[in-house]
């Protein structure tokens, strides 16, 4: 079972190799890597949040689906998906306090606040 699935793991990785090249391929695994991670433990969303916030704030993913998701817009959906599903499961029942919880609140409102200016009044019709 495990030689299967390390050889199902190698040919995948062969296959993004050859169709994407070989940088993409290491980004795509890191990045895939790194997802796995952020949805296994919140603590992990917390440190990619605030890599993202000090080193790519305002990358953007290189696909348009409405918008074009930054990295960082990425980044708080799924820390917010991690934490509801842990909500739903029970296997939290509230969101522990902090100091920093006014600041989160804060950056969370300022950072709405600007995708609805931008997007829903800042979009062409």
């Not at 934490?83 to 969370?108: C, E, H, K």
């Amino acid at each position: 079972m495990l030689a299967a699935l390390i050889l199902a793991g190698g040919l995948t990785a062969a296959l993004l190799v050859a169709v994407a090249g070989p940088l993409y391929a290491v980004a795509a695994l890191v990045g895939a890597a790194g997802a796995l991670l952020v949805l296994r433990d919140m603590r992990w969303g917390f440190v990619v949040l605030l890599a993202v916030v000090a080193l790519i704030p305002f990358g953007a993913l290189p696909v348009k689906i409405v918008f074009t998701p930054t990295f960082l817009d990425v980044a708080l959906a799924a820390l917010y998906f991690v934490w509801l599903m842990r909500i739903a499961t029970r296997r939290q029942d509230r969101l522990p306090g902090s100091g920093m919880n006014v600041f989160a609140a804060l950056f969370l409102a300022m950072a709405g606040f600007a995708f609805l200016n931008g997007c829903v009044l800042g979009c062409p019709r």
